[in-house]
């Protein structure tokens, strides 16, 4: 917990506000409760036998360091700055869930958070927010007793880490703590709405010089990111790789965005402002867009590439897009050939995004038996730590993750 703590307040340039702070172990509670200088645990939550450190993968030990970062990110999001509202519940319970990331990197790395992220919160949440019946926006009215009860639940914990992950993405790391150390020090001690998170982090990024973005288009950063917050849901990325079996003509790709379903009614009309993470470049930047009320664009790109040949296009780098992204065939294919000859050209967690978004078509028939084959057997059963999490759990319904005693897992 000290180790934490000291690296919240440096990272965040705010110091822990009381003169204490205790943390203790309740009988028979579940999860976690983040009072402010005085923060309750579950035992399982926060006592740990000095064996399970003797490993590097622990899962027992990965409760422990993840639900205590947790509870302590919220001194400051949620204790030392509060949201203005239950309708913007995600201010406290998302930054919690991605501040905890940060703090769990910084003390327990042997236990690979960021792919626990991406498979824990980000697959998990989706799974969910694909279904229209049951869904619904992190950011919405609250009027009653119910709807604050929903409130904590997946859509404001895991969706909402989530879409902060991308933003640290699309506005880059360091820009994104400037932000977040000048939005904590302007309302220390008050309840801000997310207009006043988004105003703090386009200033951040506007000096930073990393927004706005690379696009033909005229949006302001908050409009951005209430395409994410204010709607329930969130896109597939259909990508149509052509003309790339030659070095000698631009290599075209096609984005499409609609609503991804997998129960329920679809709204045809619902669109997100998607930052589309690549590895390839297109004219000088590597992300391309696809606006709210534009469904399809095609890009070339920029440098010489033989898809072949070259490394495959990769459009969720490391699964920073709260969005699955399905591919041509032929580009499965292409995919699946480099995993086979050498997976690790393609960094860790985008490879852990592939196998889950490749379930997820599988089993909702979006890809067929021969594409989902194809890619799951270029493994040859020979899987990393990270990998093997994500065939698990993104394969069984998550079992792994309801199964832990984290109070957001509902």
Known sequence: GARVIDFYEEYFDVKYMLPKLDLVSEPDKFG???????????PRTILLDPKDNEVD???????VSSVVAHELAHQWFGNLVTCN????????????????????????????PWARMVIEDTQYAMQYDSDSNYHWAMTDPVTTRPDIDRKFGVFTYSKGGSVIRMVEK???????????????????????TEDDLFYYLEEAALTDGTWPPNFPMDIPF?????????????????VMVDNCNSTSEPCKVGFVQEMYTTNGEQDTSRTWITPIFTNM??????????????????????????????????????????YRTLYDDAHWARIANAIQTDKEKIPILSRVTIICDIHDFNRNGFVS?????????????????EEEWAVYECSSGFKGVKSRPHKYRV
């Open 32 to 42: 976690a409760m983040e009072n402010w200088g005085l923060v309750l645990f579950d």
């Open 57 to 63: 993968i622990s899962n027992t030990r990965w409760t």
């Open 85 to 112: 509202w239950w309708d913007q519940t995600w201010l406290n319970e998302g930054f919690a869930v991605y501040v905890s990331y940060l703090g769990t990197y910084e003390i327990d790395r042997r236990n690979l």
């Open 170 to 192: 699309l506005l880059s790391e360091p820009t994104m703590q400037k932000g977040l150390r000048n939005y904590l020090k302007a309302f220390s001690y008050d309840a801000p």
């Open 222 to 238: 908050p409009q951005v990111m209430k395409s994410w917050t204010n709607q329930a849901g969130f896109p597939v990325i259909y």
């Open 281 to 322: 470049m297109f004219g000088n930047s590597s992300t391309v867009w696809l606006e709210g009320n534009k469904r399809e664009v095609t890009y070339e790109v920029t440098s010489e590439y033989n898809a072949m040949v070259d490394e495959p296009l990769i459009a969720n780098v490391d699964g920073y897009g709260y």
């Open 369 to 385: 038996k021969d594409v989902f084959n194809t890619v799951m057997g270029a493994w040859n059963g020979e899987y990393t730590q």
